[in-house]
């Protein structure tokens, strides 16, 4: 089976890798094609996989392109992990962002949309390419802002392309944790968007054990979103949300402490490119996980919740079930159908979805809480919205995208952003898509 890795010289691409070395299972992935633009990336996370397979027998060959038509001819998946603009795009979005008093975040708010402006038209060249000459391949998504760009592709790849965000089982496996189930015997009941959701029921045999929880303060506080939201709001909220939601109720807070991460990855990521080698890859990943939403905390991660939902874990178990016709129930970005009432059957949404030979399909979930619709509602036509203007180019359309977002309290705030950002539409470093 080929699997081809758009963005092949990213950073994470040895996590998929060695979750691909352990899967001993018939019907595994034997071809890896790593595709990126920067010949110098392939090379050094080429090196990284060739000391991870030291002394693995089978392991799946590996080549480099940095033709995108010649890398998906033939495959059977295609994970698409890209950055358009790079960290240098991400550190921009941010500060541009910060410089006009509002948050930048890579996926929330002005950041959000930055990235998505100049993510989309690439991502839609990638959907067109891959139709023509992968027809029959599976594209996985976990390109950010990830729920925007899966329902764009989408349009070239109707259910062929399936996002992936590794929020929702992270967060999964540490409420399971606390509440002293194991994760193999829960439902997840998970609704909203992508970066945009609250887990509302832990289903264990029937039973709800989120209440439980809820109402122990100790085993609340034990684990991330518990530290991070803190149990009085959890309780007042019933439902345990995505740590994303941080930014949009404690908007006041997360503006104060900055969103620097961008700038902080490209200073780590430089040190990791100019030297690379398996050990400071290692050294490297690790140091990112523990900085991970440093801005929302006052103290470091725990060793516990430095163990996420493993995005290489989820993307593994993805193609098992659709490859092999075994069914599996995953949390996935995927069209709405008749899922979440307060959105139109077309809208993507980030739901458990049960998934087989014939792809993903949302299953029955609770709703989106109530005092959540508004902010659900206006956050999918914010994603609608950027898709429009990154498609157009069109300078007003951008500025509607961005004036729409609740974090950005200023038509005047969204002009400046636009106007000054240096990555979009005619920026002096405004990505060449043609």
Not at 206 to 228: C, I, M, N, R, Y
Not at 386 to 404: C, P
Request: aromatic fraction near 6%.
């Amino acid at each position: 089976m080929k699997l081809v890795i758009l963005g092949g010289g990213g950073f994470r691409v040895p996590l998929v890798y060695r979750a691909l070395l352990a899967d001993r299972s018939p019907g595994r992935v034997t071809e890896v094609v790593l595709h990126d633009l920067d010949a110098s990336r392939l090379a050094a996370v080429g090196g990284v996989l060739a000391e991870l397979v030291a002394n693995v027998p089978d392991a799946p060959a590996v080549t480099t392109s940095t033709n995108l038509d010649e890398a998906v001819r033939g495959a059977d998946f295609v994970f698409s992990a890209i950055r358009v603009g790079g960290l240098d795009g991400r550190a921009a979005d941010e500060t541009v962002a910060a410089g006009c008093g509002v948050l930048g975040q890579e996926t929330v708010g002005a950041g959000g949309v930055a990235y998505g402006l100049r993510t989309v038209p690439v991502a839609l060249d990638i959907a067109r390419r891959v139709s023509v000459h992968a027809p029959d391949a599976w594209v996985i998504n976990f390109t950010n802002p990830a729920g925007m760009v899966t329902e764009a592709m989408s349009a070239h790849l109707g259910n062929r392309v399936i996002g992936i965000c590794d929020s929702p089982v992270g967060l999964g496996r540490r409420v399971a944790r606390a509440a002293g189930v194991s994760l193999e015997d829960v439902w997840l009941d998970y609704a909203g968007l992508n970066h945009l959701g609250w887990l509302r029921g832990v289903h264990v045999r029937g039973h709800d054990v989120l209440p439980g929880l809820l109402a122990d303060t100790e085993q609340l506080e034990s684990f991330e979103e518990g530290k991070l939201f803190g149990a009085e709001w959890l309780r007042a909220l019933g439902a345990i949300p995505n740590e994303y939601l941080h930014y949009y109720y404690f908007t006041r807070e997360a503006v104060a402490a900055g969103a620097s991460r961008g700038a902080f990855l490209l200073e780590q990521q430089k040190r990791f490119y100019a030297a690379p080698s398996l050990e400071s890859w290692e050294r490297t990943r690790l140091e990112r996980e523990q900085t991970y939403m440093a801005e929302t905390r006052d103290e470091e991660r725990d060793a516990d919740d430095l163990d996420g939902g493993g995005y290489d874990q989820v993307a593994l178990e993805l193609m098992h079930a659709i490859a092999s016709d075994k069914q599996a129930t995953l949390i996935l970005n995927v069209p709405n159908r008749t899922t979440l009432t307060c959105l139109d059957a077309d809208a993507v949404v980030e739901v458990p979805s049960l998934v087989d030979a014939n792809g993903a399909r949302p299953v029955a979930v609770s709703q989106v809480p109530d005092e959540g619709v508004g902010l659900v509602t206006s956050l999918k036509a914010v994603e609608r919205a950027t898709i429009k203007a990154a498609i157009s180019g069109e300078r007003a359309h951008a500025v509607k995208a961005l004036a729409l977002h609740p974090l950005v309290d200023s038509v005047t705030v969204a002009r400046k952003i636009v106007d000054t950002h240096p990555f979009l539409f005619g920026g002096e470093r405004a990505p060449n898509i043609g």
